[in-house]
């Protein structure tokens, strides 16, 4: 059962009430796009998240109660009909050395090889459930789960931008350099989000994402290409791909 | 065309360009940013004939030192910082003409924390991403430097505007902060939910744009503090595991992991970014629809404003 709640005087939240699969954040994402075709002057934007979408709004414009009985209405019906595209996002990622100095140590706590770390992390297609903390940085799904390792009792006081990281049962990239507790395994010479750029970001809430590992001195051409601006970054469209739980 | 406005002598403790920020862009993981009082930003671009999301300059307790270099008409609302020009008292909440080679100055803070200086034609500064907003931890917007000298689309305004006195906020009676409850209720107990409604709570000196910390008898939670990362509006009150409330500011990041209690209403938001550290304050909840006619009538006002100021131009 959907439930709207206020958050403030300006924003609602629409609340699933169902557990955090890649169904639900299909119909999430689906949510969104019937949002996106609304033309209302009221709504500002919206926040996806794992179980809920937030919708901020102008209250002098649209009253609580009349949002909430539209937004109700746009959430009513077959979430998952309709065509659904989506893109696979390729980050190249130089896995361990300096870029990533926790790689030995989630290794040593899965018991797995190094080799085989980098080859289970780069091996799955994350589904990004949401973005947010970061410009641009992606909280995804789909960690192996030998692969999970707690945070860092001390975090880092900054992260180089493009690490790649672990969090108990999460895996991401950091946008921006920024403090942080995540277990770096690696890093990518791709900037996941530049303002400068015509499109700042390289995804959205629902795209995938796949880590792809190169060699360090495929790192340094990558890191030049990206500063010469030569750099394109692999993507595929995925369409009506049925969810599995 | 731009010309040279003013030359920062000093850029004072925190000043910064803020309009009323970035939107439309947290759904990428983009932080809004923004005036930390938007009805102070909004009234003094008002009273100098801009648009009310123009960007201006928001000055923090300290203020900067700034010469002027052409002629301008300028507005200066929200904290009373005692601004001055050439050392004589500068009005505040009212628009008025200063000159090239006049100084700028702010001295002791009188009431509140935060004020706003809007020029007429507004500041020429970088546009990112929709926003003149300064978010240093993106680069995003511009940020201030000793020497730096800042340029503006000059207008030759009218001026003399002001607010009538009746209007202008009273930062040093805050009382109580009036908030909407929820969306996460559920996750704290009986008695933490009492407790923060009924106690007296003080602004930590570790506040700033991003979230007022506040020093607070515990709340508990009843089974832990941690919840699904979701969206955190402004003024929105989290309280992670050690008991102690966080309200959401300007600069504060898009979603959060800490339970919801409340959220500050709209029109009260000003209020807590006025609040200096070890500034003390009560909550109370009311209802969404009540919160709502407040900030509608607040809405009314400033929309009655600026056909007021469009009528005085004509």
């Known amino acids: ?245 | 065309m731009s010309q040279p406005l003013f030359k920062f002598r000093k850029t004072g403790l925190q000043t910064t360009i803020q309009d009323l920020g970035r939107q439309g862009l947290q759904q990428y993981g983009v932080v809004v940013s923004g005036a930390m009082d938007p009805f102070a930003l909004q009234v003094s671009n008002l009273l100098v004939g801009n648009g009310r999301d123009e960007g201006a300059l928001e000055i923090a307790l300290m203020g900067p030192e700034l010469d002027v270099l052409s002629s301008a008409v300028i507005a200066i609302c929200g904290a009373d910082l005692s601004p001055a020009v050439n050392g004589v008292r500068a009005p505040m909440w009212r628009s008025f003409e200063v000159r090239e080679g006049d100084r700028i100055t702010f001295g002791r803070p009188l009431s509140g924390m935060r004020a706003y200086l809007a020029v007429a034609g507004g500041f020429d500064v970088s546009v990112d991403m929709g926003s003149k907003s300064t978010y240093e931890r993106a680069n995003l917007g511009t940020v201030i430097e000793k020497n730096m000298v800042i340029s503006g689309f000059n207008v030759n305004g009218f001026h003399g505007l002001g607010l009538s006195h009746t209007d202008i906020p009273d930062y040093n009676d805050p009382g109580y902060i009036r908030v909407v409850e929820g969306p996460d209720t559920d996750h704290f107990t009986e008695k933490g939910i009492e407790s923060f409604y009924s106690q007296q709570h003080i602004i930590s000196p570790e506040s700033d744009r991003m979230g007022y910390r506040l020093k607070s008898a515990e709340i508990p939670h009843k089974n832990g503090a941690d919840i699904w990362s979701d969206a955190i509006p402004f003024g929105t009150i989290q309280i992670p595991a050690n008991g102690q409330p966080i309200i959401l500011m300007a600069d504060r990041q898009t979603t959060g992991g800490y339970a919801r209690i409340a959220t500050v209403i709209s029109i009260d938001v000003p209020r807590v970014s006025q609040l200096p550290p070890d500034g003390k304050i009560y909550f109370h909840p009311i209802k969404v629809d009540e919160a709502q006619k407040l900030a509608v009538k607040e809405e009314q006002f400033l929309r009655i404003l600026e056909m007021n100021v469009k009528d005085a131009a004509d």
């Open chain 1, 1 to 245: 059962m959907i439930s709207c709640d206020p958050v403030g005087d300006a924003a609602i939240r629409i609340k699933f009430n169902e557990d955090v699969t890649p169904t639900l954040n299909r119909k999430i994402r689906s949510f969104c796009r019937r949002l996106s075709h609304q033309a209302v002057e009221a709504i500002i934007e919206w926040v996806p998240s794992f179980d809920s979408v937030t919708v901020y709004y102008s209250p002098y414009h649209m009253s609580y109660e009349t949002i909430r009985n539209m937004l109700l209405e746009l959430a009513s019906g077959d979430m998952l009909l309709g065509e659904d595209t989506k893109m696979l996002v390729k980050i190249p990622v130089f896995y361990g050395g300096s870029a990533g100095p926790d790689l030995e140590k989630v290794a040593k706590k899965s018991g797995l090889s190094v080799n085989e770390v980098i080859e289970k992390h780069s091996g799955v297609d994350y589904l990004i459930y949401m973005i947010g903390f970061l410009p641009g940085f992606p909280y995804l799904g789909g960690l192996p789960k030998e692969l999970a390792t707690p945070r860092l009792d001390n975090p880092r006081s900054s992260v180089p931008a493009g690490s790649v990281g672990i969090a108990g049962s999460q895996t991401g990239a950091y946008p921006l350099a920024s403090p942080g507790g995540w277990n770096l395994i690696g890093q990518t010479p791709v900037k996941l989000f530049d303002p400068d750029r015509d499109a700042p970001f390289l995804y959205q809430a629902g795209d995938k994402i796949r880590f792809v590992p190169v060699s360090e001195s495929d790192y340094r051409t990558i890191e030049k290409q990206v500063h010469n601006n030569t750099f394109q970054v692999e993507k595929e469209v995925i369409r009506n791909e049925q969810p599995s739980d």
